[in-house]
């Protein structure tokens, strides 16, 4: 079982930053790949950004690629997300995500991830 727990969310101007945490309790969680959903008012949840297990290989959307990096410390269980220039089209409820495939690459499909955190919301304001 793995739990996680997502922070760092809040309200910035567009062209700000910020970085989302997400810690995981259980000792599987060096072993999964990761993965960062989001969801808009009115949208359907969405892939951002995904990491497999080593932290070697990582996947972005189109909309976020250049702007977006996925991390992850297997040591302090955390993954990150850093996010930089910020547009008001990323406001919404981030989620993490994490794939209990043993020593998964990660995929762009939320219906392979089996436990997902509480999120956090990211607002924009343009």
């Known amino acids: 079982q793995v739990q996680l727990v997502e922070s760092g969310g809040g309200l910035v101007q567009a062209g700000g930053s910020l970085r989302l945490s997400c810690v995981a309790s259980?000792?599987?969680?060096?072993?999964?790949?990761m993965g960062w959903f989001r969801q808009a008012p009115g949208k359907e949840r969405e892939f951002v950004a995904t990491?497999?297990?080593?932290?070697?290989?990582?996947n972005y959307a189109d909309s976020v690629k250049g702007r977006f990096t996925i991390s992850r410390d297997n040591v302090k269980n955390t993954v990150y997300l850093q996010m930089n220039s910020l547009k008001p089209e990323d406001t919404a409820v981030y989620y993490c995500?994490?794939?209990?495939?043993?020593?998964?690459?990660?995929?762009?499909?939320?219906?392979?991830?089996?436990?997902w955190g509480q999120g956090t919301q990211v607002t924009i304001s343009s």
């Open positions: 995500a994490a794939d209990r495939t043993y020593r998964g690459s990660g995929s762009t499909y939320g219906f392979r991830y089996n436990y």
């Open positions: 990491i497999s297990w080593s932290g070697g290989t990582t």
């Open positions: 259980g000792r599987t969680f060096s072993s999964a790949a």
